[in-house]
């Protein structure tokens, strides 16, 4: 299976997971409604991106990945308000991102400490609405890389942050190979508080995971290029990736089947709006 297969179909995983947040929960005919999904954020110093789309109802029916493209929300009227002006968001086709159509302006960008309040206007339902903040980012000393004793083809990458133990604050690892995507995954483990890292301040960057790859590893492979988003975000959005990792976790296990809503910081929809204090960088995994 060759690299770009295996990312069309982590591509496929990332719609199916965010499209299905509706759980079984509640009366049997709420699974059987599709309902809007938002997965959209606003970085320090970069262009809000938003992506809609609508959940995959639970029917005895077959559906084909190919047929997941109708779930996904063209022609929304997406807005974003700073507290003194409101920049519509233009939609338009991406196929760096999954799904392949987002909203997004180049009219503003994030700033760290501002509020920003996301609406979309619906034809059938009261508008869906949410706010975030933009925390500082993150100071990040270096990188180091660690050998696995058991396969000398791969190895551990390790970040080393700067930040003080209290007060509190949230973080949260995301990583991405090759150039034909701009979508990082959540890195596996990849959820922190501030009071869980230690004072050497290093912080495992692990793959992420997804549920297609039977065999998961969450070290990368010598020679590997790889980018590094490490963001600093708020408490409610730690509270959905801590939340979202026991999902993709225990989604595994046939017996301890998800019964509960990822939570949201979303009004009248699913998903989540959140503010980054993002930092990059690259890291080639040395042989």
Request: aromatic share 10%; net charge negative.
């Amino acid at each position: 299976m060759t690299r770009n297969t295996i990312t069309r179909i982590t591509r496929q995983l990332l719609l199916l997971l965010t499209c299905c947040l509706v759980a079984c929960q509640g009366n049997e005919g709420s699974s059987l409604q599709s309902q809007y999904v938002v997965e959209g954020w606003i970085e320090a110093g970069e262009f809000p991106i938003v992506k809609v789309t609508r959940s995959i109802p639970i029917t005895d029916e077959y559906q084909s990945l190919d047929s997941l493209e109708r779930y996904i929300v063209r022609w929304g009227t997406v807005s974003v308000s700073d507290g003194s002006r409101e920049v519509m968001l233009t939609g338009k086709s991406d196929s760096r991102y999954f799904p392949p159509y987002l909203y997004t302006t180049t009219e503003m960008r994030g700033q760290p400490g501002h509020t920003y309040r996301l609406t979309i206007r619906r034809d059938d339902g009261p508008d869906i609405v949410a706010s975030c903040t933009v925390p500082d980012t993150v100071a990040v000393d270096s990188f180091s890389i660690a050998p696995i004793t058991q396969n000398d083809t791969l190895a551990q990458l390790y970040a080393h942050l700067n930040v003080p133990a209290q007060p509190t604050t949230y973080y949260k690892v995301f990583a991405k190979e090759g150039e034909d995507t701009q979508d990082f995954l959540p890195s596996y483990l990849g959820v922190l508080r501030s009071d869980m890292i230690g004072t050497d301040g290093r912080v495992a960057v692990n793959k992420g995971r997804t549920n297609l790859l039977k065999d998961f590893t969450p070290y990368f492979t010598r020679g590997d290029t790889v980018m590094v988003r490490i963001a600093r975000i708020d408490s409610a959005a730690y509270e959905f990736w801590r939340n979202y990792e026991d999902m993709l976790s225990l989604s595994r296990i046939p017996l301890m089947p998800n019964t509960v809503n990822l939570p949201s910081n979303i009004e009248g929809a699913y998903g989540f709006w959140q503010g980054w204090g993002s930092t990059y960088h690259t890291v080639i995994i040395s042989k």
